[in-house]
T-cell receptor, first 116, second 114 residues
């Protein structure tokens, strides 16, 4: 199974600044996903990031606010731009591995972001 | 629109008691169904999944879930809860044929009394 690490694990940021979150996987994967988990709520998919193509954003999320890079098959970054307190959340990356019934999505430990 | 409902926000059980966490989904066709667990400070871990076939699915840590098409439900069960099971549990769906775009329920937080 894929092992995923995220940096930073947590951060406290000032309003109006930006933070870039890194996601590193120990194997090559085609599809990577970024989720947001707002306090006390469930996970919401932000975007899907495939290597070599533009990220695909879900309704309510835009590239200007959450730019994503996917330079290779083991790494991705998510930037939270021009932050406001409403951006305080846990941000998780995940990867898809396997085929058919063995297909599974593995999640990183998350980045806990607090915006003051 | 696709959705997942977990009616119970918090559940408290005594150690050794049985557990059932409810999950209902709204989807046009039978989706892929999943249960994940999130322990404090940790990422999500897959407990079990249903793609097709036998409607009773066995997972890790002694958990099982039963898919009931007539009720659009996929409830998670464990016959005897351990203190280490205290965590948040998420039910999720994905369109059949693809793992993309997992849709998560709101989660159920489980507390276990000694």
């Amino acid at each position: 199974s894929a092992v995923i690490s995220q940096k930073p694990s947590r951060d406290i940021c000032q309003r109006g600044t930006s933070l870039t979150i890194q996601c590193q996987v120990d194997s090559q994967v085609t599809m990577m996903f970024w989720y947001r988990q707002q306090p006390g709520q469930s996970l919401t998919l932000i975007a899907t990031a495939n290597q070599g193509s533009e990220a695909t954003y879900e309704s309510g999320f835009v590239i200007d606010k959450f730019p994503i890079s996917r330079p290779n098959l083991t790494f991705s970054t998510l930037t939270v731009s021009n932050m406001s307190p409403e951006d305080s959340s846990i941000y998780l990356c995940s990867v898809e591995e396997g085929q058919g019934r063995d297909n599974e999505q593995f999640f990183g430990p998350g980045t806990r972001l607090t915006v003051l | 629109a696709q959705s997942v409902t977990q009616p119970d926000i918090h559940i408290t059980v005594s150690e050794g008691a049985s557990l059932e966490l409810r999950c209902n989904y709204s989807y046009g066709a039978t989706p892929y169904l999943f249960w994940y667990v999130q322990s404090p400070g940790q990422g999500l871990q897959l407990l079990l999944k249903y793609f097709s076939g036998d409607t009773l699915v066995q997972g890790i840590k002694g958990f099982e879930a039963e898919f009931k098409r007539s009720q659009s439900s996929f409830n998670l069960r464990k016959p005897s809860v351990h203190w280490s099971d205290a965590a948040e549990y998420f039910c999720a769906v994905a369109p059949a044929g693809g793992y993309n775009k997992l849709i998560f329920g709101a989660g159920t937080r489980l507390a276990v009394h000694p």
